[in-house]
């Protein structure tokens, strides 16, 4: 039944986005947006990876995790989070990565130690694995 009605579903969407540019670029923006905040969380810590060493007290290599496990975990399930948009809708899996990158980055902040802050950014991690591949 799910693949009758997926087909009429998408001509639903595209009749819309055909309707009005302006849907179009919304689209684009959201992705584009999270697409950002994927990439942004990559690079950015480690600007911040001296700063997290000193007020966490913590060795460079324990300070290491934060940027590994971050991108360890998203390597891991790209193409887990790739296969569940292809199952549950490309829009879901985006939204829900993009809710679990916003929720994880509040714990980031929130974080009162550096294995906190590691379990937060694995977090950030499988948020960050499910808008990848569904972005496009």
């Avoid at 309707?19 to 911040?48: C, F």
């Avoid at 007020?55 to 940027?67: L, M």
């Amino acid at each position: 039944m799910r693949e009758t009605l997926l087909p009429a579903r998408l001509r639903a969407i595209r009749a819309r986005l055909r309707a009005s540019p302006r849907w179009r670029w919304m689209a684009m923006t959201v992705v584009a947006g999270g697409m950002m905040l994927s990439v942004l969380n990559i690079s950015i810590v480690n600007i911040a990876l001296p700063d997290i060493s000193r007020d966490f007290d913590a060795n460079v290599s324990t300070a290491g995790w934060v940027v590994t496990g971050f991108l360890v975990t998203q390597a891991v399930l790209l193409p887990i989070a790739g296969r569940a948009g292809d199952l549950y809708g490309r829009r879901r899996i985006f939204v829900m990565g993009v809710l679990v990158m916003v929720l994880a980055s509040v714990l980031c902040a929130l974080a009162w130690n550096e294995p906190s802050l590691v379990v937060f950014r694995i977090l950030q991690g499988v948020g960050a694995s499910a808008m990848a591949p569904t972005a496009y």
